[in-house]
């Protein structure tokens, strides 16, 4: 079966643009996690979906980053305004239940650079 | 609070060389899980291990084995007669037990670079 894929894998765009980062976690698996992997500060968690609601938000850096998953499956992170220190490379993860007791897949990332 | 701590930024050794990767957590949890996950040069993130708080068995896969120790806090990984191939980054993670507050999701260390040459 087909793993975690995102798109696109990668985007370049101008500082103060919105960007739409999407995944699509492996079929049937109801936990998706982002993460944001930078040089400067490594692999940082940002959101957790259980089905399509996110019970906790403060993992994201800024109020110009959101989230959304419907029917339970693809997932898009929005990221408005981009600045600078977003270039990172965003990576998504699912697993068959919360994180822990499941193994997280990871998908290729996106590979955002801001200009 | 949460933690992972690997102090070896980055390793290099000559090929058919063992070598092992630290990694030290912290944790309030009783509770919490354990993981490796390997980070070649194509960049996509794969899974290496996973091992609960409660299961301080050792474990051995083919070349690479796990020593998990909850006194020194420390889950450290082995690779036994090292190849080429075994080039990449290393990542340690904790992910803590759902109940306690955690949403699953994994802290990583820094990980490790470890090179192989030939």
């Known amino acids: 079966g087909a793993g975690v894929s995102q798109s696109p894998s990668n985007k370049v765009t101008e500082k103060g643009k919105d960007v739409e980062l999407r995944c699509d976690p492996i079929?049937?698996?109801?936990?998706l996690y982002w993460y944001r992997q930078s040089l400067g500060q490594g692999l940082e968690f940002l959101i957790y979906?259980?089905?399509?609601?996110?019970?906790?938000k403060s993992g994201l850096p800024s109020d110009r980053f959101s989230a959304e998953r419907t029917g339970g499956s693809v997932s898009t992170l929005t990221i408005q305004r981009t600045q600078q220190e977003d270039s990172a490379v965003y990576l998504c993860?699912?697993?068959?239940?919360?994180?822990?007791?499941?193994?997280?897949?990871f998908g290729p990332g996106t590979r955002l650079t801001v200009l | 609070a949460q933690k992972v701590t690997q102090a070896q930024t980055e390793i290099s050794v000559v090929e058919k060389e063992d070598v092992t990767l630290d990694c030290v957590y912290e944790?309030?949890?009783?509770?919490?899980?354990l993981f490796w996950y390997k980070q070649p040069p194509s960049g996509e993130l794969v899974f290496l291990i996973r091992?609960?708080?409660?299961?301080?068995q050792n474990e051995i896969s083919g070349r690479y084995s796990w020593n998990f120790q909850k006194s020194t806090s420390s889950f450290n990984f082995t690779i036994t007669a090292s190849q080429v191939v075994d080039s990449a980054v290393y990542f340690c993670?904790?992910?803590?037990?759902?109940?306690?507050?955690?949403?699953?999701?994994?802290?990583f260390g820094k990980g490790t670079k470890l090179s192989v040459k030939p």
């Open positions: 091992r609960n708080s409660f299961d301080e």
């Open positions: 944790t309030r949890d009783t509770t919490y899980y």
């Open positions: 993860a699912s697993s068959l239940e919360r994180g822990g007791l499941d193994e997280q897949f």
């Open positions: 079929s049937g698996h109801t936990a």
């Open positions: 993670a904790l992910s803590e037990a759902y109940y306690g507050g955690s949403q699953g999701n994994l802290i």
């Open positions: 979906f259980q089905g399509n609601s996110a019970p906790d």
